[in-house]
């Protein structure tokens, strides 16, 4: 990317992966302005300009105002988001409407973000996808156990019930704010999971490879148990990539995101898409990238470069 970078500020908000952005970006010349949640964030120490942002409720307008005026202040050149949360999000809204250059597109990302929605949007599509019901009240589901339990937009970990006793102690556990933001009951599909990484541009949309990676592994999802190893042929490997592409071509999606699947024997269902990923050196994710060739860290920031200078 020709691009002259001396004296030019690029904002980042990060958690975990503060520090490998930020060494990135460095590393191709940048200044970094970035806010992150703790002073023992791995970039915080490293970044050229830093604020640590502690926020609490998704109104809390001080610290929102705050952190756009760090960044207008600045005058920073574009701004990054390093990290998927309702605050980034707000933040990049805001400073995309005075003008600023996003490295995602807004919108977008704001549908994917929902789950439910995401699963309309397969089905509209013909992606297959689990049966699955959303509730925002406290209310057994309809889906007979075992099924998983996820928050619509990503506010607990997901959760695999075995019963419907086991169903009403978690939902009890969970706050009336919470619940009443979503969660979604999932049917529980037998089999292993994987994920897609997506790399978009104006220009060109690349799903490279499938990878096997597990959320459920990796993570230690709650009540999963043993991991099943089941691989996709090759022929229904390039249906799925073929398939991501063509959807992330079609929404105008700008950016990097992950699709998740999950496999049965050779069958597949389309789960959700992540819509911001976290991009650091110690991430088992990026790990099972780099194993398969896919030198992460490397294509999204240059993805999201791209959409900074190439696109406005």
């Known amino acids: 990317m020709n691009i002259c970078q001396q004296n030019k500020i690029i904002g980042l908000i990060a958690g975990k992966s503060s520090g490998t952005l930020t060494r990135a970006l460095q590393g191709k010349g940048y200044k970094v302005a970035l806010i992150c949640g703790k002073v023992t964030d791995d970039g915080y120490d490293i970044a050229d300009f830093k604020l640590c942002k502690f926020f609490e409720v998704d109104n809390d307008e001080k610290e929102i105002t705050e952190s756009i005026d760090f960044f207008k202040n600045l005058n920073i050149d574009g701004f990054i988001l ?6 980034a999000i707000e933040i990049a809204i805001r400073l995309g409407k005075v003008g600023l250059k996003i490295s995602h597109s ?8 929902d789950k439910s929605i995401t699963k309309q949007i397969f089905r509209d599509n013909f992606f297959p996808v689990p049966k699955e019901e959303i509730l925002f009240e406290y209310k057994e589901p309809k889906l007979t ?8 937009i990503d506010l607990f970990p997901v959760f695999l019930c075995h019963s419907y006793d086991e169903f009403n102690l978690f939902i009890n556990s969970l706050s009336k704010e919470v619940i009443s933001k979503g969660v979604l009951v999932e049917e529980y599909i037998k089999g292993n999971d994987c994920t897609i990484p ?3 541009t104006k220009k060109n949309v690349i799903a490279p490879k499938i990878i096997y990676w597990s959320k459920q592994e990796n993570y230690r999802l709650k009540g999963f148990g043993e991991l099943e190893k089941f691989r996709i042929s090759e022929k229904n490997e390039k249906i799925i990539l073929q398939k991501c592409q063509q959807l992330i071509s079609k929404s105008s999606y700008l950016g990097v995101c992950r699709f998740d699947i999950r496999i049965s024997e050779d069958s597949f269902y389309f789960l959700e898409i992540n819509s911001v990923v976290s991009i650091r050196e110690e991430g088992s994710s990026f790990q099972a ?4 060739g896919i030198n992460y860290i490397e294509e999204s920031i240059n993805v999201y470069l791209n959409n900074i200078y190439e696109n406005n």
């Open 82 to 87: 390093g990290t998927g949360t309702w605050f």
């Open 106 to 113: 807004i919108d977008v990302l704001k549908t994917y973000k």
């Open 145 to 152: 156990p075992p099924f998983v339990v996820k928050s619509n």
């Open 198 to 200: 997506v790399f978009s």
């Open 289 to 292: 990238m780099k194993n398969n």
